[in-house]
């Protein structure tokens, strides 16, 4: 099977879509000749054109707010936001207006809008180019979150993203955009609320989100040399989120560990972690833990904004110490 | 309804039954809230509108409108029904939002109205890319973006007029500057010009009387015409005055506002009694007939009211329901 | 040199004669032709006497028996030969007493006696000491200079013999793993236990870790990380104070499968427990039937005849102008009684008091003149406590008690002793053993003077 960048992965599900169905336009901030900051949309700009490849002036809440309209007039746009930091200027157009619309008016309004941003620190660029905001989106009623982990699943999931016909955010790693992965050149779909187990194993489910799934599977090598068997598993979705594979998992294996790159405080890992507690609770033999992004702005210098994020080291010790019965905390 | 001959006497007439229609929903609404039969707050049209009927009254059903947190005018302007608006306000499971919106989240699909929205100016940027979606999708569907003169203090305004500028979106923003934000009025909080804000992004912007019906009507005409034929954005300052308080709790105002002001504006501005005196004075309708049809629409929106006070709730299943749409194309029945 | 007390011939056609009765009782001080005892031949009546002077001891014959002329029915010794005597630890009714021995052969071989091995005190401030390694396992035979394991101090690392000879009955304790002195760390046992289980003993008392000495984990590599060595974690989670920490998994798969965690807890297995832990019920079956609580649960009652120490007390006033405190007299006896029953040269630390109210807590009385005996100030449990009634109307005192507990009651004539002991404490064997010990002491105190 080939194997293409993220990017071109994300390239591909826009053009695919874009040809398929003419009300689908996008707009964001340097996107038609400049392709995004990122390079991604290179070459589409030249196929649709400006009216459907539309640059925008740097006006978030503007922009987001006119996407909702469109949306809500028969058109499909897809916004890019070029930072998932700034996703607080558009809350009020994302969480107010986009995601009650349908609601409020009584299933009458469809907002069918996708939103593309990233998440991802460890690129230097500090703490407001460096967050993972998605457990804020996750939190409101009305939209759903893309995670995808690879190439694979930035297609398959943006494309099931753009038909839908709710207001999706997805978050793309921004430190991945460069990675391969094999990806068929036949269209797929990769579905909502389908968590992919990467790895099966009998000894303590890992389960990750995003820039963390290769974390987990760095993780789970380095505990197979240490004779404990570790199932590495892929939500790729948190809204909805597939609560039925998780739990089977930790019901098998009776320890989990939860890592995500959000701040570990108040966010996705606390929720999933909740969620298994609650619904696995007699199969546990080890309190489920939560691995996330340390709870301080991200810092500029390489060396400490390096320890802020979980390491495959990190997970894997942490998952020895709850294989052999160590307690994290006194009991 | 084609709104080709200004001078048609029966369009007179239905922007006069409209303008009572109005007034009289707002003041059984004022009624059900002082007599706690409301749940919530609601905000009092009563005295603009000249506004909502002139303008709505130039557009097509297809035309979209977005509305404020004051939105009962333009709701019923763009042809909603009294029992519907009524059973919307209650909670009702008929209503035209099933109950989920409520007074200032109503919309009404069907006429093109996108909705009220109980955020100030946050409709402003839907009705602008509802405006995207029309020039996009070539449907000749131009969109009325009412606000008031308080939105204009918020940064999206500016954001989205720009945008619309850039694009030549065919959009008619609609300031109604009743001269006072909440509480506050309008000199205390607002630098500069209201249609010079428009200007400044090269938008031709108009002053227009929104005590007079008709006035707004014409134009409102003129621009929506141009708007379809790519001339847009438009800016229209319409000058009007709110009769109740900023919402129906909103009682004993005079510290922010005098009595003899609410009384010269509503003795000698009401846009409803000068248009009814313009309407006799034309020979298009007698005092009497007038006056009979004040009795009907009274009765007519009493009836409405008595019929939501006695429909039923929504049941509570409703409540799950209308999270997230259905996506039929992807085999999902249910979202 | 002992002298033996023989059966004399007492006529030229006897073979046998009847003891009649016995006119000294083991124990009692003789001189040379005191009347020993009466026997009848088949013409007469006569007294035997005493061809030495000395301690008779080791009586072998009873009032009414009929023995062979020649054979040895007691013995004379000599005074300095006293301290070294055993007290028979059963003596069956037909009144085959044990001879006289200094080691655990005296005791008869189809008895199992289980010698306690405790964490020895090997430095002066020591507190606990951590097991390196064990140098004999489980049914293997020991002598008494045998290295049995190696034991760690703050200090170094020491070799420590058995003590005793015998056979390694159960070892309570694992390599890496730090215990108070004086715990109970491993049993011997004078018979070989069959297979390779452990004799069902009842548990010593619970291995628990001070909470205010947290010791981190010490993994030892190469050991698979499954499960930690029970006692390494800090607990401040006591056997009987009812909240049992487990994972839920395990909580429901010992409720599943009818397992009781607490027992976990008494044996002294440190919490929380995970399904790991529910392994220990398969190493310890009993733990599964066991079902002694806490507090202690097993009596044994003793009536000595209050002369043997008032005459003792009595002398020692007019010979020697010294009082000393009768309790003081039963701890040191009971303290006596309780070395030479575990064979240790650990502290013996004996808590006295009066009813509940404590007077004192002594180490080693028994070594120390009862005239100027002192308390110590001791962090260590006491082995056990003894309490007095002796000013109350109370007669019997049967309450929960942390440590196996002595009261003693005195009447005109008799002490009631009531010992009550936990199974977790010690054997019902060993109990025994060790009040009959006290209680000898009691009777004839003049085998401690010496």
Redesign the interface.
Known sequence: MREITLSKAVNEAIAEEMRRDETIFLLGEDVAEAGTPFKILSGLVEEFGTDRIVDTPIAEPGFMGIAVGAAMTGSRPIVDLMFGDFLFLIMDQLCNQAAKTHYMSGGKLNVPLVLRTNLGATRRSAAQHSQSLHALVAHIPGLKVALPSSAYEAKGLLKTAIRDNNPVVIFEDKLMYNDKAPVPEEEFLIPFGVANIKRVGTDITLIATSSMVQVAEQAADILAGQDISAEVIDPRTIVPLDEETLIASVKKTSRAIVIDEGHQSYGITGEIASRLTEKAFYHLDAPVMRMGAMDVPVPFSPVLEDLTVPTPAGVAEMARKLCSGELIHAA | MSKKNQTNSAEYMRMYMQMMRIRAFEDNANQLYLSAKMPGLTHMYSGQEAVAVGICEALTTSDKITSTHRGHGHCLAKGADLKLMFCELLGKEEGYCRGKGGSMHIADQSNGNLGANAIVGGSMGIATGAALSAKRLGTSDIVVCFFGDGATAQGLMYEVMNMAALWKLPVIYACENNLYGEYTKVEETLAGDITARAEAFGIEALQVDGQDVLAVNECTQRLAERCRKGEGPFFMELLTYRYHGHHVGDINREYYRSKEEEAEWKNNRDPIKNFGAWLTSQGIASEDELNALQSEIKTEASDAVEYALNAAYPSETEVGLHVFAATPQMGEEHA | MPHDVIMPALGMAQETGVILSWLKKPGDQVSLGDALMEVETDKAVMEVESSAAGVLSDVKAAAGESVPVGQVVAVILDPEEVLSTQISQTEKPSGVAPHGATSTEAIPANIDVTSQIVMPALGMAQETGRVIAWHKQVGEEIDVDDILLEVETDKATMEVPAGKAGFVANLFVGAGQEVPVGSVIATLSNVKPSGIAAPRQPLPKPIIVPAETPTS?A?TSGL?????QPGS???DVVAGSGKI?A????R?LALENDLDLSLLAKAGYA??Y????LERFDDLPQLNTEKSVLGNNKRINAAIPVIGVESFLAKLKEQADIEIYDYLVWASFASAAWRNQNQTHAAVIVEVAELLTPIGIYENLDTQRLSCAVQCNTQNPPNFIIRTLSKSLITALHLDHSYPSITVQKTATDYLISFEFSANAMSDFAAVAFISDFAARLEDPLRQLL
Do not use: G, N
């Open positions: 984990v993994m698979k990380p499954r499960f930690i974690q800090t607990t920490l994972s839920p998994k395990a429901r919490q929380p995970h399904v790991a832990d």
